[in-house]
């Protein structure tokens, strides 16, 4: 495989045309054609089906594409942390960011990663994992902060644990169903509950299936926003399950409250998360840096909503 193989394939799936692709890379249809043929033909494989309305992958074509992202943004980033060293260029950094720490601890981050690093062009997304993990498979992600739970994540990714939070079922204030006491006293409402692709069994068992609660699948929604979630709880009465210090965020238009449940869930790990084999550049360390600072300033500090938040937060370093 050649790199303007690669190139060509990523820019017709992006595009879902060759005559797109062509302008992409600034090419003729015939050179990105040549190109998408030879590489079938190194393979022995079909990558393409095409069509008078375009074109769309193959199931090879599929898995290719995913290496070749990954490829092509390894070898993009490798490049512009040369030249920045060379003082040539600018760096991105793209990073997922888990809500809860968005509403505690990105701020601080985010400040005194501009005054050390003040020329890297800094992307962040809402990083509910159903959204990360994509995203890091490809390389469009740099790294992630947040929760790794299903088996299948643990082999693919890598995580460096950092602290590990209390979480809790969440209602509204005001819920009809707020003075529950166990689990099984909630099968019968709607629930909203984030989750990646794979991760949806790990979580039900997590959350009922091993308390013997029995639920109707149907009534699960998944969101794949923090601001799904709050619209949902707060406007559709549904229940969810999120770190607990969700409940006292100001953003929340409307109280939430955390039920007090017989059923208990153990503490979830707080993590760097990053593809397997994969490095950080420096960069990315010095955004984990700046973002480890930031909680331990909190974590020793003696006022109240600092002290409140670390009633639910166990720094681990």
């Not at 193989?5 to 302008?23: F, Y």
């Not at 509950?193 to 998944?222: P, W």
């Amino acid at each position: 495989m050649k790199l303007h193989q690669l190139q060509a394939l990523v820019a017709s799936a992006e595009a879902g045309s060759i005559r797109g692709a062509a302008r992409t890379l600034g090419l003729s249809q015939a050179a990105v054609t040549r190109a998408l043929r030879e590489l079938e033909t190194s393979q022995g494989l079909p990558l393409l089906v095409r069509a008078t309305e375009g074109i769309s992958l193959t199931e090879y074509g599929k898995v290719l594409l995913t290496h070749a992202k990954l490829a092509l943004n390894q070898l993009s980033r490798a490049q512009n942390e040369l030249a920045r060293l060379r003082g040539r260029s600018e760096e991105r950094l793209s990073i997922g960011i888990t809500p809860w720490i968005t509403l505690t601890f990105l701020t601080e981050t985010v400040l005194s990663f501009r005054q050390r690093m003040p020329n890297v062009r800094l992307e962040l997304f809402e990083s509910l994992m159903a959204v990360a993990q994509p995203l890091l498979r490809t390389g469009d992600m740099d790294f992630a902060i947040g929760p790794l739970h299903s088996s299948a994540a643990m082999q693919e990714f890598a995580c460096e644990p950092i602290l590990t939070y209390e979480t809790a079922i969440l209602v509204r204030d005001g819920h009809p169903r707020q003075a529950c006491r166990s689990i099984h006293d909630l099968l019968d409402q709607d629930w909203v509950l984030n989750f990646a692709r794979d991760g949806r069994e790990t979580l039900l068992e997590y959350l009922f299936y091993r308390h013997g609660a029995m639920i109707d699948e149907q009534r699960i929604v998944r969101a794949q926003s923090l601001g799904m979630q709050q619209i949902l709880v707060e406007n559709a009465d549904m229940c969810t399950w999120c770190p607990a210090i969700i409940a006292a965020a100001p953003s929340f238009r409307i109280p939430l409250r955390a039920l007090s449940l017989k059923e208990r869930f153990e503490p979830i790990g707080l993590s760097i998360i990053t593809r397997r084999n994969g490095t950080l550049s420096s960069a990315a360390r010095c955004f984990v840096e700046c973002l480890l600072q930031a909680i331990r300033r909190h974590a020793r500090s003696a006022r109240k909503e600092d002290v409140a938040l670390f009633e639910t937060l166990t720094l681990l370093a």
